[in-house]
């Protein structure tokens, strides 16, 4: 890396450029933990969320209140202080991404302290 700044354009634009090509959502997830970890390759707290990240892959979520009901769901990628909702199209499938998202924020530990965003990469 160039300098002390971690964000790098061409590896950026790269990340950009694969995320639309991938045709799956584990495609997608693999390939942006394979940036993170370029990005910050001499954060070692930073390689421990990412790798954390990896791990929390596909993880229940239980006690979801879905239509009156309680249910389970799958979280695509999650830690302590991440939750990500991996869809291959937002346009076809981004509102229920969010639903989903909320869902699990209302049953984790962040429903006490709220600190969130919704990020979404479009083709």
């Known amino acids: 890396m160039s300098g002390s700044s971690i964000f790098q354009p061409a590896h950026a634009e790269g990340l950009f450029n694969d995320l639309r090509r991938a045709n799956t959502e584990q495609a997608k997830k693999e390939r942006f933990l394979q940036y993170l970890s370029l990005a910050f390759a001499k954060d070692e707290g930073a390689q421990k969320l990412i790798s954390a990240m990896a791990l929390g892959a596909e993880r229940v979520v239980a006690n979801i209140t879905r239509h009156g009901r ?40 962040w429903k006490s302290d709220p600190v969130f965003g919704v990020i979404g990469v479009q083709n």
């Open 70 to 109: 309680t249910a389970k769901g799958r979280v695509d990628s999650q830690t302590d202080t991440v939750i990500i909702e991996w869809e291959k199209d937002l346009t076809r499938t981004g509102d229920h991404a969010r639903e989903q998202l909320e869902e699990y924020l209302c049953v984790s530990a």
